[in-house]
Structures are given as C-alpha cells and as structure tokens.
C-alpha cells in the first residue's frame, strides 16, 4: 500500500497553479513526488514533436542518485512511450516480468506511468514492490491531471505574451513603412505649392492609396492574423519599378538586370522591396546604386541588361547596392525573424524576413559585386504560411 498527504497535494496543486514557465512547473511537480506519495523516485518527460521522443524534464533527488540520467524515450523502447501514445495510466507492481522496459536492468520494482495528454509522461516508482490500491490511483490521475493543466496555462500565457509582443512590433514596423509613402505625399503636395502643377498630386494619390493597405493589413492582422493568401504572378521588373517609386531617395540609382515572373502576395512584396531599398539607402547614402534582377538554377545571378535572355530556371532574385556591405559578425543575426530592435533598419529587415519566411522562401545575405549588401530570395522548403511569429 501506498502512504499519501492530501494536504501536501493541495500544497503542490496550489504552487503548480502559480507557476509561470514549463521549467518551474516540471520542478514542482517532481519535488511534490516524495511529499504526497511517499515514494522516492519520479520523472517527467516532456514531448519534442521535432524529435518525436521523450525528454527527460525534471526529477526527484532520489531518482538522480538512482539513474544514470538522461533517459530518451522513443516509439517502441519502453513502457513510458507506450503509455503516452495510448494515453494511458498504467501500473506496474513486479517489474521483473515485464519485457518492454527501457532498461531491463532498472532496479525499479513497482511504477506508475501517468501520461500527460500531449505534453509527455511522469513516472513515480519505488525500488521495492508496491501495491496501489484505487485510492492511490485515482490520487495519482488527479496529480497528473494537474500538472497538465499547469503546463496549458503556461503554454497559452507564453502564447499570450509572444502574440501581444508580436502585435507591438507589428505596429512599429507599419509605422516604419507608413514613412516612406507619407514622405512622398509631404514632397508632392510642397511642389503643388511651389510651382501650381497639378501632375504631381498623382504621385500624392499613389502615396495615400499605399498608406491605405498598409492599414487595411494591420486590421487584417488585428482580426484574424496575417497571412500569405492572394498570391499571383508578378514581373519583377514591374513591381520592382513600382516600388521605387514609393521608396526612392534623392539621388539613388535602380538599374533592373533583367525579369521573371515571381509567385507571391504582391502587397507583401512591395513591402520587402520598400525595405531592402531603404535599407540600402540607409547605409549607402541617397545615391546608392541598387541593382535588381532575377537569380538562375544555372549558376547565372545577374545579367547586363533586361532585355537579355538566358537559358536555365528561375530560382529567385537578388537586391544588391554599391554600399559599404555588412560587417561579417552581423551576417547571422541580420535576418533573424527575432531581430526586431528600436532602429528603422532592425524594424525593416525583420518585416523583409517575416514575408520571405511566410511565401515559403529563403533569404540570404552576402556581398554584392560592388562590396555592398547583396540580398538573395531564393526557392524553399517551407510550406506557404500564415506570419506563424505572429
């Protein structure tokens, strides 16, 4: 028979409850074993769906001096898997007979597996046989039951807080890219001011029409996410050419080295355009070159003019400038879904990322054949989906 304290699992449910991240609950949960089922040995094992195994997460002290840590369990290499795929409880009085455990050798005599829906397994044992009785089974169930209800909260409380962050650093980068077609607008209604032409409230109008979708975005964001849905075939050039309009400084220079039709979302395209071109002028100066041009599976990456043809697949396209390029310490982390920072270039490259990503694609950064930044959109394996960071 099994010895347990209602007042210490009360105690426990209590600080599971409380608890903010998976860590502290795993830990609770093990230190609570010896307390309320007098026995010494307990484990939790939480389920890496990339791995597909069980990972050991936390552990009573007895167990530690006991086991040779750490124990992975995989799909058909103990009694722990089995119970977690068939999400079921399952005791063991006599060890001894039993031919699927993970280590025939364990000196564990008697052990109750409590499976925790899809988050993993806790195992509480004893070196010596033990029977449970109902009693102890229904106490063990309610114990498991806890903890999964703890690991839920914390995982929709961190789900919570990444979206909320998420939505702010939204925000910030709408704001970032508002900047540019607002600018036009300042630019073409002082020239209507100064000179009386009319012709310039065209630009003006384009300004506003490209400040319109980037609010109709955010709103789709704010009710129902942000995803990559209307895509449709693009010539480069074409949206290329439309985006400077909206992005161009002073004296920068775009040289299109050629076209193909891209597959994408145009809206979110002419924001990684905006941004690249930005970007480049951010760190070139108002008269950097850029130049823009389709990449091919047969090693070809630029070509002389857009009206020459080559031979071999399209694969991607490139942005490239005559600017200072990027120092090599800041390659990995430039286009890092998570390098969102207070600065308009952290701000532009992050949302540049986050639509590469979404369209299935890859992004890269090297240096361009004038010793500047060379961006390079390229062909994926992931599948096309929503902004899933956000």
């Known amino acids: 028979m099994v010895a347990f304290d209602l007042d210490s699992f009360e105690a426990v449910t209590q600080q599971l409850m409380a608890a903010e991240s998976e860590r502290e609950i795993c830990e609770i949960a093990m230190s609570g074993i010896s307390s309320v089922f007098e026995l010494p040995l307990g484990a939790l094992w939480l389920y890496d769906s990339d791995a597909s195994e069980l990972q050991l997460a936390a552990s009573t002290e007895r167990a530690d001096e006991v086991f040779d840590w750490p124990v992975t369990y995989r799909p058909g290499n103990s009694l722990s898997w089995e119970a977690f795929e068939q999400d079921e409880v399952r005791t063991y009085s006599e060890l001894d007979d039993e031919q699927r455990q993970y280590n025939e050798n364990s000196p564990v005599s008697s052990e109750i597996i409590l499976p925790l829906a899809e988050y993993g397994v806790i195992n509480?044992?004893?070196?010596?046989?033990?029977?449970?009785?109902?009693?102890?089974?229904?106490?063990?169930?309610?114990?498991?039951?806890?903890?999964?209800?703890?690991?839920?909260?914390?995982?929709?409380?961190?789900?919570?807080?990444?979206?909320?962050?998420?939505?702010?650093?939204?925000?910030?980068?709408?704001?970032?890219?508002?900047?540019?077609?607002?600018?036009?607008?300042?630019?073409?209604?002082?020239?209507?001011?100064?000179?009386?032409?009319?012709?310039?409230?065209?630009?003006?109008?384009?300004?506003?029409?490209?400040?319109?979708?980037?609010?109709?975005d955010l709103l789709t964001l704010a009710k129902k996410g942000y995803?990559?849905?209307?895509r449709t075939a693009i010539s480069l050039d074409t949206i290329v050419e439309q985006t400077w309009e909206m992005a161009r400084t002073a004296d920068a220079t775009l040289r299109v080295e050629g076209s193909a039709p891209v597959f994408g979302d145009q809206n979110r395209l002419k924001q990684v355009f905006e941004n690249l071109f930005r970007n480049a002028a951010d760190h070139a100066g108002d008269d950097v070159t850029v130049w823009v041009g389709p990449i091919l599976d047969d090693?070809?990456?630029?070509?002389?003019?857009?009206?020459?043809?080559?031979e071999g697949r399209v694969t991607g396209f490139y942005v490239a400038d005559d600017g200072p390029g990027i120092p090599s310490d800041e390659l990995d982390s430039l286009l890092s879904v998570d390098s969102f920072s207070g600065s308009d270039t952290g701000l532009g490259l992050s949302i540049v990322t986050q639509i590469i990503d979404a369209h299935g694609w890859d992004i890269s950064v090297t240096e361009s054949r004038a010793g500047g930044a060379r961006f390079e959109v390229t062909d994926g394996t992931k599948p096309v989906s929503p902004f899933h960071s956000w």
């Open 124 to 216: 509480i044992g004893s070196l010596a046989p033990v029977t449970f009785d109902g009693e102890t089974l229904r106490l063990a169930r309610m114990y498991a039951t806890h903890v999964q209800a703890a690991l839920q909260k914390a995982e929709r409380e961190h789900d919570l807080r990444v979206q909320r962050d998420r939505m702010e650093q939204f925000i910030g980068v709408v704001s970032h890219d508002l900047r540019n077609p607002l600018h036009v607008v300042e630019g073409r209604l002082e020239l209507v001011r100064e000179t009386g032409d009319l012709s310039h409230l065209e630009d003006a109008e384009e300004g506003v029409a490209r400040m319109e979708a980037l609010i109709d």
């Open 299 to 310: 090693g070809t990456a630029e070509i002389d003019t857009a009206d020459e043809r080559t």
């Open 227 to 230: 995803a990559v849905e209307d």
